[in-house]
């Protein structure tokens, strides 16, 4: 058996064929914000994946199935768009479910993008065998997704695992979301580069011109010793635990993961994160928690749509 994934970004949309047991066989991307989002990105989505399929001599009825991993909020009963983040024109209210099941004639699944890496995590990742995960994904914003007593949280309609837009300072910085404070705003790596370019005069390296600050240049100069940009990090890095405690006592997880580039820094940042939520929270919950890399990257919300898709066709079966 085997399923096509389809993983919608807000600049890409990725294809995988995933087998049975989570293997990713073959992928491809494509762009979707060619235009400035012009060409809706459903139309985009329904266009490539005839490519990606033709490309590689695929027909519908060689599936058994699409799972959908889509960014903003998306009513996973209807397979809709319910609501969008950012700058992303003509993708709210975008029929995803229907529109696949008219042209494919399969059974289709839509989960938020960040639920599906949760899902795609338990699945083949490092989750496999956890009942109760937090994953977070730290990049221009900050997503998650939560699994309890082995399933996904997804909420009355999918909305559940809005990680990014809980309140840590309720006077704090305004958030897209018209809220204050949001977790997003101070644990993102849009956060991070923001907070260096802001207090650059102070900067051991005058020389370095705003706008080429990222966060790979950042860790670098983390490892080089600059201790200005250190200490940025460190509170960077403390205002991610703060969150991340908060989500412990709520949820008592056995295991948090986090992805996005920034994981692959095990000493610079993974270990300090795990040492300060274990400070932080209470002895009993920090006990047994486990706190590591997210291990899928790019390929966790392809695998994850597809868990989904079986997950839910076992339930209905």
């Not at 992303?88 to 890496?117: E, R, S």
Request: aromatic share 6%; charged share 20%.
């Amino acid at each position: 058996m085997n399923y096509l994934g389809i993983d919608i970004g807000g600049t890409a949309v990725k294809y995988g064929i995933v087998a049975a047991n989570g293997t990713l066989l073959c992928e491809e991307q494509y762009e979707v914000a060619f235009d400035g989002y012009q060409t809706p990105i459903l139309d985009t989505v329904l266009k490539t994946s005839q490519t990606f399929l033709q490309s590689y001599g695929i027909a519908p009825c060689d599936l058994d199935g699409i799972g959908v991993s889509a960014t903003g909020q998306i009513d996973s009963v209807r397979g809709v768009v319910a609501g969008v983040g950012g700058n992303i024109i003509n993708w709210k209210g975008a029929p995803i479910k229907q529109a696949l099941q008219t042209q494919y004639k399969l059974p289709v699944t839509v989960v938020n993008d960040a639920n599906c890496v949760a899902l795609g995590e338990q699945w083949i990742g490092d989750a496999k065998g956890c009942k109760n995960v937090i994953v977070i994904t730290v990049g221009t914003g900050l997503g998650g997704g939560i699994i309890m007593d082995g399933q996904v949280l997804l909420g009355q309609a999918g909305y559940a695992g809005e990680l990014g837009h809980f309140s840590i300072a309720k006077d704090g910085r305004d958030c897209t979301c018209g809220n204050r404070g949001c977790y997003e705003q101070y644990a993102s790596m849009t956060a991070l580069i923001r907070s260096v370019r802001e207090q650059m005069p102070l900067q051991e390296l005058p020389q370095l011109k705003k706008e080429e600050v990222n966060g790979k240049l950042i860790f670098e100069l983390v490892e080089k010793g600059y201790e200005q940009i250190t200490s940025i990090v460190d509170a960077w890095i403390q205002d991610i635990a703060v969150g991340l405690v908060s989500l412990t006592h709520i949820f008592n997880p056995e295991l948090i993961l986090i992805g996005g580039a920034v994981s692959t820094q095990e000493t610079l940042f993974i270990a300090k994160v795990r040492n300060k939520v274990r400070a932080l929270a209470m002895a009993n919950f920090g006990e047994n928690l486990r706190i590591e890399r997210a291990s899928l990257g790019n390929h966790a919300g392809l695998i994850g749509a597809v868990s989904y898709l079986i997950q839910k066709g076992e339930a209905d079966g």
